[in-house]
């Protein structure tokens, strides 16, 4: 079975830090381009942020300078980490952990609450 688990959401004041987690299971994603994905109410689901397997980032506008996005790979399991710092109340949404795979179709995260309170 594949999982996407994403973690370390919560509340935070502007101007704070978060680190989001996901861990990988089921398959393995070593050769995957991984990404970060957020929805805020009302919202359509847009791009953060992406990670080859070679570490090539690319980001949205909106969060360049201000997130980093970073991948361990182990033997059996990628994790995928989101840095964000300087956080703005406007970044308040659900974080998404998700696959960007050519062919096969993607798999998604649950999701993860980010609160930036002004």
């Known amino acids: 079975q594949v999982q996407l688990v994403e973690s370390g959401g919560g509340l935070v004041q502007a101007g704070g830090s978060l680190r989001l987690s996901c861990k990988t299971s089921g398959i393995i994603f070593s050769f995957t381009t991984m990404a970060w994905y957020r929805q805020a109410p009302g919202k359509e689901r847009e791009l953060v942020a992406t990670?080859?397997?070679?570490?090539?980032?690319?980001?949205a506008d909106f969060v360049k300078g201000r997130f980093t996005i970073s991948r361990v790979d182990t033997e059996n399991t990628v994790y995928l980490y989101l840095q964000m710092s300087s956080l703005k109340p406007e970044d308040t949404a659900v974080y998404y952990c998700a696959t960007q795979r050519p062919i096969g179709g993607d798999f998604w995260g649950q999701g993860t609450q980010v609160t930036v309170s002004s």
């Open positions: 990670l080859t397997h070679g570490d090539t980032a690319n980001y």
